[in-house]
């Protein structure tokens, strides 16, 4: 990533913000979400909501839906691939895994492709890789064609992670950027919920080709939105730059104050020197570093990941009807992602990082005390309404805090001539971390005595 700070805001010294200043962005399994923005310059009052904004949102957040769909895909999807293409435990967990290595490099290479070709074509870019990766799976013959494909969408999905919101933000006026960047997390949920509830009517190949939907609608929708205006800025394409600020804004507003904002804002940016990616590790970043790299630690080591990969085994190992179980998470998953935002705003983020975290961990204390029980015949009754009740739980933890907050304040934390190589190496740590806890799950659930000691790991 190379002076992408120039979505992020100049430097942010505090770690939190007084709730009434907090502005909710993206989140993501398995990416980097740079665009909190907060410190980006000011924008006139008189900005308005026009439909040219409103569509352009649409189809960049179709990025996120996209994501959404990739991380609710395998688990769903599991019995039936296992079944048809007769996979071991072993390759299916390279499956269910491997999108996470495509996700390391393309965390690595998205802040410097979207710099150096611009926001639109990065997710044209991505959408190709995510389209390709797709139809690889539907057509599948063997497990190889099923990792190339589950590889290709992990490249184009973590891309998705950090150009969605950094576009979002860009094009936003002031007094819409957090409601309008709080989309995109509702769309990766709702990406998730639909998979898990349409996954559990339909075949594992149909279900590939819904993942693709929304990859073509946003190739299409790009041809009729705009440039971001600051990346045009940015470039010196003034002409162009100007143009795309007044179809985002309305042919008959005024943007000259914005636009002089805007250059300013990007004068101030190129005299920033990078630091090199050794710098990152002098003592006076060591604080920022600890913190970012540990809430990252935090989100995978949790176990969500995992858990949210194979969810539909971990219904069955419970006694409970796996497409059930789905349904009903994905019943929750929308209203619990917008509970999520509306929290944020009046609650802000340490308080809601202490309510995830402690909710992750009496949900998951209780799901390994649940499949104890199944050891015990008195017991035994209590096992699937326990599971299904401490995953839902869960989940809405997770969701609420660990989910995205942990993305916006590593936005926050980092000085502006380290951001990008702090951005670097702390979505490199969740990736990694990441699969990591996706590919030895079922194994610890295979190896462990009735399933529980993951889940015991996990609260602690």
């Known amino acids: 990533m190379v002076r992408e700070s120039m979505e992020e805001g100049l430097l942010t010294s505090r770690y939190q913000l007084p709730p009434n200043e907090t502005k909710p ?8 979400s740079p665009a909190d923005n907060l410190n980006m310059p000011s924008q006139p009052a008189a900005s308005s909501l026009t439909p040219v904004l409103v569509f352009s949102t649409f189809v960049a957040v179709c990025g996120s839906f996209s994501y959404g769909c990739s991380l ?4 769903p999807a599991e019995t039936g691939i296992m079944e048809d293409l007769d996979l071991s435990l072993a390759e299916y967990s390279v499956f269910g895994s ?12 998205s802040g410097k492709i979207t710099d150096l070709i611009g926001r639109k074509r990065t997710m044209w870019f991505s959408d190709v890789f995510c389209t390709v990766g797709w139809l690889a799976i539907a057509f599948a013959k063997n497990a190889l064609w099923l990792d190339i494909g589950r590889l290709l969408i992990g490249l184009g999905v973590s891309i998705f992670c950090y150009v969605v919101p950094v576009y979002v933000a860009e094009i936003a006026p002031k007094s819409y950027r957090g409601s309008f960047a709080s989309s995109n997390q509702l769309m990766t949920s709702s990406g998730f919920a639909i998979m898990f ?3 559990s009517f339909i075949s594992w190949r149909t279900l590939t080709m819904i993942g693709t939907i929304p990859c073509v609608v946003q190739i299409i929708g790009l041809f009729f939105i705009p440039e971001s205006p600051r990346w045009l800025a940015k470039c010196g394409r003034e002409k162009e730059f100007e143009a795309s600020l007044k179809r985002l804004r309305g042919e008959n507003s005024d943007i ?3 636009a002089a904002e805007i250059r300013d804002y990007i004068a101030t940016l190129e005299q920033q020197t990078e630091a090199s990616f050794l710098e990152l590790f002098q003592r006076r970043y060591a604080d920022a570093l600890i913190v970012g790299v540990g809430l990252m630690l935090l989100q995978q080591l949790g176990g969500n990941s995992a858990v949210a990969y194979y969810t539909s085994s971990i219904f069955k190992e419970s006694g409970i009807s796996g497409s059930l179980g789905l349904q009903v ?6 209203p619990v992602a917008t509970l999520g935002l509306l929290l944020m705003d009046r609650s802000g983020r340490r308080p809601l990082l202490l309510v995830s975290a402690s909710g992750l961990c009496f949900s998951y204390f209780l799901q390994g005390l649940a499949f104890c029980f199944k050891e015990l015949p008195n017991l035994k009754a209590l096992t699937p309404p326990l ?17 995205g907050i942990p993305w916006i304040i590593m936005s926050e934390i980092f000085p502006i001539n380290v951001k990008a190589q702090a951005g670097s190496l702390v979505t490199l740590v969740n990736w990694s971390t990441a699969w ?3 590919y030895s799950f079922n194994f610890m659930m295979d190896w462990s005595l009735a399933g529980h000691p993951p889940y015991l790991s996990f609260s602690k």
Request: charge should be negative.
């Open 25 to 32: 962005t993206s989140n993501g399994a398995d990416g980097d």
């Open 72 to 75: 609710g895909y395998s688990s």
């Open 98 to 109: 491997i999108m996470t290595i495509g996700g390391m490099v393309g965390a690595i290479l």
């Open 197 to 199: 509830f349409v996954g």
């Open 256 to 258: 000259s104050e914005e």
């Open 329 to 334: 998470l994905a019943v929750i998953q929308i």
């Open 387 to 403: 599971v299904l009740s401490c995953t839902l739980i869960g989940a809405t933890a997770f969701t609420i805090g660990l989910g």
């Open 436 to 438: 990591i806890m996706t």
